[in-house]
């Protein structure tokens, strides 16, 4: 059987882990301790978990957060969520095949007493804005519960093996994500004032005034003074034909897989949504040697960061802008993608389909926020206070530091003589949470000898590093110091702290010194999976991925100042060395569409709004057409809404019919949320899960 795990990383570490065996449907399997259950399937090639009661469809991983229970599983005898349960030593697992049978309970439960607690505040979510929330309540001695579902805070950060735009001041603009987020955990974990609850969820907001937690498996109830909502945000699902195929999952759960289990879960990845999210997921896709079939984003340009979007280009793979998905095709597991052309109605150009050979589909086409706990605790009269994206979708950067200043507004309520936030801090946060401005022609250095960086760079974004990095002090922002487009003006003496620490590596070194007529140019590289040494040969790039010819490396290296990033010299002709940036590492036939027709009218009425219960596009829409606008009632006739992500994804998709059938939203009743926010065995709240 093969081994899925990645054995080596550019970024990431890869530590020895002890190993664990256990059953899957009999056949005995080797995972690592502690890891979930899900991932040492992956990792034993195992993608499909159990069959749908309904339709007999294939279920497997889907958002990995345990948000749904696509990923359900038998483990000893319990259904469990495979992406939150550790696979532990000659652990009994099972598929589920239809409705799982549950276990038999013949003893009931303890009726016990449930610990009661109470807390100036409770910050729900250990993410980038909560942390910097909890340090700010630290720093202000205020009494503070943090609560987090994971076994490492950080949220999203300690999935990121990129560097981080931003600002190097206000958000560490330059570090890899992870690192930001292991750091401000260890501040936060070693703080006094801040009680840290990991393995934790928030469960409710009840109306008098108490907060339902489920601590590592033991129900607890707190009664804060003031909640901050920090949970983040959920990804945003799409309808297409074959959207429950196992292998259609988001960002997050391939994130997962690859950056915190060190899984490889595909060979071959095609990705839907051309944001930032979308982006970065291909670039860490290639960090672990997995091929990019491509991505199509259906905008007529990408919405991520151009600087963003040029590394997945010069890298070799394909974007296919003013296009969408129209099918994932597979019998039970997706084996190939169906994209088209759109028109600017968002309609499908007939004649237009392109087919590629695949077995991920990554979705990633917006996030909207956990605004649950807000909602609720409004409606419980309990000062609640939000920050980062369950307060506002952005970049992490700008979660940091909005989190800073909604930790500062709470100490502010419980001391109104606290000094007030000022000014400039609002300012900055709206320019860390900024759209990114239009795309400008690069305008090249007419200087050709000494060294210096050439700064490839078409787009303003809050992004400051190289400025601050350069000891010469030569690199300037233009305009804003944060968000003005970096030019170099003056001395450079080669030190190439600016190539190392551009979280775009969209800055070169050229070095006219020994040869002005072939110069060497100095690139950064991060994606070891794919080896580059002396001698090899690399086919260079420009900015857009333009080929530029192919040449010899000189050399390739980390620095003491790279953080991992690898400088390669390359030795190139006058002519082209300013306007070299990159080099191809994926083969162009890796990206190359198959001939495949797929039908028109297959693809409206058979797409799968609500995957818990396999409610259908056209069983929402027909009783639309009927002038059924109040989605309980829907719920009601159809179940959608009703399975165990309790409307987390179908609600959107259910609201897109109702956009495309052209119904207002004031005419449109939204669902009633299920009082919980993840399922919870009743016996838990009898003795608060006390074995």
């Given at each position: 059987?093969?081994?899925?795990r990645?054995t080596?990383?550019?970024?990431?570490?890869v530590?020895?882990?002890?190993?664990?065996?256990f059953?899957?449907?009999?056949s005995?399997?080797?995972?690592k301790?502690?890891?979930m259950?899900s991932?040492?399937?992956?990792?034993n090639?195992i993608?499909?978990?159990?069959?749908?009661?309904k339709?007999?469809?294939?279920?497997?991983?889907?958002?990995?957060?345990?948000?749904?229970?696509k990923?359900t599983?038998?483990?000893n005898?319990?259904p469990?969520?495979?992406?939150m349960?550790?696979?532990?030593e000659n652990?009994?697992?099972?598929s589920?095949?239809?409705?799982?049978?549950?276990?038999?309970v013949?003893?009931?439960?303890i009726?016990?007493d449930?610990?009661?607690?109470a807390?100036?505040?409770?910050?729900?979510?250990?993410?980038?804005?909560?942390?910097?929330?909890?340090?700010?309540?630290?720093?202000?001695?205020?009494?503070?519960?943090?609560v987090?579902?994971?076994d490492?805070?950080?949220?999203?950060?300690?999935?990121?093996?990129?560097?981080?735009?931003?600002?190097?001041?206000?958000?560490f603009?330059?570090?890899?994500?992870m690192?930001?987020?292991r750091?401000?955990?260890?501040?936060v974990?070693g703080?006094?004032?801040i009680?840290?609850?990991k393995?934790?969820?928030?469960?409710?907001?009840f109306?008098?005034?108490?907060v339902?937690?489920l601590k590592?498996?033991?129900y607890k109830?707190?009664?804060?003074?003031i909640?901050?909502?920090a949970?983040g945000?959920?990804?945003?699902?799409?309808r297409f034909?074959?959207?429950?195929?196992?292998?259609v999952y988001?960002?997050?759960?391939?994130?997962?897989?690859v950056?915190r289990?060190l899984?490889?879960p595909?060979?071959?990845?095609?990705?839907?949504?051309g944001?930032?999210?979308g982006i970065?997921?291909?670039?860490?896709?290639?960090?672990a040697?997995?091929?990019?079939?491509?991505?199509?984003e259906?905008?007529?340009?990408?919405?991520?960061y151009?600087?963003?979007?040029?590394?997945?280009?010069?890298?070799?793979v394909?974007?296919?802008?003013?296009h969408?998905?129209?099918?994932?095709?597979?019998?039970?597991?997706v084996s190939?993608?169906?994209i088209?052309?759109i028109?600017?109605?968002?309609?499908?150009?007939e004649?237009t389909h392109?087919s590629?050979?695949?077995?991920?589909i990554l979705?990633?086409?917006?996030?909207?926020?956990v605004?649950?706990?807000t909602?609720?605790a409004?409606?419980?009269?309990?000062k609640?206070?939000?920050?980062g994206?369950?307060?506002?979708?952005a970049?992490?950067s700008s979660a940091m530091?909005?989190?800073k200043?909604?930790?500062?507004k709470?100490?502010?309520?419980?001391?109104p003589?606290?000094?007030?936030?000022?000014k400039?801090?609002y300012?900055?946060?709206?320019?860390?949470?900024s759209?990114?401005?239009?795309?400008?022609?690069?305008?090249?250095l007419a200087v050709?000898?000494?060294?210096?960086?050439?700064?490839?760079c078409?787009?303003?974004i809050?992004?400051?590093?190289?400025?601050?990095?350069?000891?010469?002090?030569?690199?300037?922002?233009?305009?804003?110091?944060i968000?003005?487009?970096p030019?170099?003006?003056?001395?450079?003496k080669?030190?190439?702290?600016?190539?190392a620490?551009?979280?775009?590596l969209?800055?070169?070194?050229?070095?006219?010194?020994?040869?002005?007529?072939?110069p060497?140019?100095f690139?950064?590289?991060?994606?070891?999976?794919?080896?580059?040494k002396?001698?090899?040969?690399?086919?260079?790039?420009?900015?857009?991925?333009?080929?530029?010819?192919?040449?010899?490396v000189l050399?390739?290296?980390?620095?003491?100042d790279?953080?991992?990033?690898?400088i390669?010299?390359?030795?190139?002709?006058?002519?082209?060395?300013k306007?070299v940036v990159?080099?191809?590492?994926?083969?162009?036939?890796?990206g190359?569409?198959v001939?495949?027709?797929?039908?028109?009218?297959?693809?409206?009425d058979?797409e799968?709004?609500?995957?818990?219960?396999?409610?259908t596009?056209?069983?929402?829409?027909?009783?639309?057409?009927?002038?059924?606008?109040?989605?309980?009632?829907i719920?009601a006739?159809?179940?959608?809404g009703m399975?165990?992500?309790?409307?987390?994804?179908?609600g959107?998709?259910?609201?897109?019919i109702?956009?495309a059938?052209?119904i207002?939203?004031?005419?449109?009743?939204?669902?009633?949320r299920?009082?919980?926010?993840?399922?919870?065995?009743l016996?838990?709240?009898?003795?608060?899960g006390?074995k």
């Open positions: 059987m093969p081994n899925n990645i080596t990383h550019p970024v990431l570490d530590p020895e882990k002890e190993s664990v065996s059953y899957w449907n009999k005995r399997l080797v995972g301790k502690d890891e259950i991932s040492a399937l992956f990792a090639n993608k499909i978990f159990g069959h749908h009661h339709d007999g469809s294939a279920q497997g991983i889907f958002c990995a957060n345990g948000q749904c229970a990923c599983v038998i483990a005898g319990v469990v969520k495979a992406c349960t550790a696979v532990k652990m009994i697992v099972n589920v095949e239809g409705l799982p049978k549950l276990p038999d013949s003893d009931p439960p009726i016990s449930i610990e009661h607690l807390c100036d505040v409770l910050i729900i979510g250990g993410g980038p804005a909560g942390l910097s929330a909890a340090l700010q309540l630290e720093a202000n001695y205020v009494d503070t519960i943090l987090d579902d994971k490492e805070l950080g949220g999203k950060l300690v999935l990121q093996t990129h560097k981080f735009f931003g600002s190097v001041e206000d958000s603009a330059g570090m890899r994500g690192d930001i987020g750091m401000l955990a260890q501040q974990i703080s006094t004032h009680k840290v609850w393995k934790s969820t928030a469960l409710y907001v109306n008098d005034k108490k339902g937690i590592n498996g033991v109830i707190v009664t804060p003074r909640i901050l909502n949970a945000a959920r990804e945003k699902f799409l034909k074959g959207n429950s195929l196992s292998g988001g960002a997050g759960a391939f994130q997962t897989l950056n289990d899984i490889k595909t060979e071959k990845l095609f990705i839907v949504g944001g930032n999210v970065i997921a291909g670039y860490h896709a290639l960090q040697a997995i091929d990019v079939v491509g991505l199509c259906a905008l007529p340009k990408c919405g991520g151009k600087v963003h979007e040029d590394k997945l280009t010069r890298l070799g394909p974007i296919y802008t003013s969408s998905i129209v099918a994932a095709n597979g019998e039970e597991s190939s993608v169906t088209a052309q028109d600017k109605n968002f309609q499908v150009i004649g392109k590629f050979v695949c077995d991920t979705i990633a086409v917006g996030l909207e926020s605004s649950e706990f909602e609720e409004e409606l419980a009269g309990i609640v206070f939000a920050a994206d369950a307060s506002e979708i970049e992490a530091f909005n989190g200043i909604a930790g500062l709470v100490v502010r309520h419980f001391n003589k606290a000094n007030d936030i000022p400039s801090w300012d900055k946060a709206d320019i860390l949470k759209h990114p401005g239009p795309v400008r022609e690069l305008t090249a050709e000898e000494g060294i210096f960086p050439v700064i490839h078409k787009q303003e809050p992004c400051n590093p190289c400025s601050t990095v350069c000891p010469e002090g030569s690199i300037l922002m233009q305009g804003d110091p968000k003005g487009r030019k170099f003006k003056g001395k450079c080669g030190c190439m702290k600016c190539l620490i551009c979280p775009g969209a800055i070169t070194l050229v070095d006219y010194r020994k040869d002005q007529d072939n060497v140019v690139l950064p590289y991060e994606i070891g999976n794919y080896a580059v002396k001698n090899d040969t690399v086919n260079l790039t420009d900015v857009d991925g333009n080929p530029l010819g192919t040449f010899s050399g390739s290296r980390a620095t003491k790279s953080n991992l990033t690898r390669v010299r390359i030795r190139t002709p006058r002519a082209i060395a306007k990159a080099f191809t590492i994926q083969d162009k036939d890796v190359n569409p001939t495949k027709k797929i039908p028109l009218e297959q693809i409206r058979d799968v709004v609500c995957l818990c219960e396999r409610v596009a056209g069983e929402i829409r027909k009783l639309v057409e009927q002038g059924i606008t109040d989605m309980n009632q719920k006739i159809t179940r959608s399975g165990p992500c309790g409307s987390k994804t179908c959107n998709l259910m609201g897109q109702f956009l059938e052209k207002a939203k004031k005419d449109i009743t939204k669902n009633v299920r009082p919980l926010y993840v399922e919870v065995p016996g838990t709240f009898a003795n608060g006390k």
